[in-house]
């Protein structure tokens, strides 16, 4: 198949690109003889940068085919600790590593796959400060991220340094892909000039992934990476690629770059900005210190109950969420029938809301405040934290 040439990642001639050894020869034989890569190619794998934010569900089979290939200069920015709920798709960490650095696990398993990769380590929150001064020299970022501050952080950095973004999102059975801040392409924002209201898109924490969909996604953007280092093939460059995992499908929708794009088109955007800010967290946060003052500890409600209070307990979860698990004694009542299930709630009576962790529940709360309801409380920490603090044999999920 002809390659189409394109320069997305320059660098100086193959004269200036470092030699393999007779051990690398031999390890990355299956690359040399595809005509496409070749020695140069896999000489150009090993002078590349490639910097990795997050070593989460998209980052783990991003280090792992990364640093398999032989990319020879793998930067990774995450300063989050391995837990239990990981496993289920973080497959650069195991069950030994529960508890140590994701950075530390991940470190262990890229020296065991291939020791010529040179591991950069960035055990850091990736913030407005630092985000420029950590990018800057790499060839190519992989945003393996899952929160729209760091999205919308990233991609401006990456155009304002001239560095390809290579985007990746998941969320329960679809997933996303593509290739911003490319010098023709569009960037992130000219797809999505502001972010969505907090709240309003489920995190795959309150959502939920399938577990092989970041595997899926994120070999999907080494691909893309490894194609932008070795300057082949067609890459993602304004196109988003739409995988449905359920229906077992893959399309591409086109891209356009968009002149009045305030990072990429007019160029408004000169330095990096407050992204928490930007995406609304502060005011998230007020929120919930104002939803706290109509909060309960699992505690006092179990004190309360044991004593014989008349406390009506609501769970707003979904029914399959019921049947994981549930406290003794409540109703459930999710959130999205809410309103309609209010006529059936006695106003008089001592309330108690809970879901997960508190989110949904503070949510519900709000509601019955604006109806009238006066003796209302939301569970803190939800049905997490009565297992923690109660009843033990409350499985947690
Ligand atoms: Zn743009």
Redesign the pocket.
Known sequence: MATTAFSTVSGPGSGDLPPLTPDEILRYSRHLIIPDVALSGQRKLKRSRVLLIGAGGLGSPLALYLAAAGVGHLGLVDFDVVDFTNLQRQVLHGTKDVGRPKLDSAADRIRDINPNVHLERYETRLTSENALEIMRGYDVVVDGTDNFPTRYLT?DAC?LLGVPNVYGSIYRFEGQASV??TENG??????FREPPPPGLVPSCAEGGVLGVLPGLIGTIQATEAIKLILGIGQTLIGRLLLVDALGMSFRTVRLK??PS?????TREIRELIDYEEFCGVPQAAADAARDAEFETTPREVAARLRSGAPIELIDVREPHEWEIARIDGARLIPLASFMDALPTLDSAREIVVYCKVGARSARAVRQLRAAGFKRVKNLAGGIQRWSEDVDPTIPRY
Request: overall charge positive.
């Open positions: 991609n155009v911003f801040a569009p960037c992130y924002r000219c797809l770059k968009d794009c305030p990072a990429c088109g």
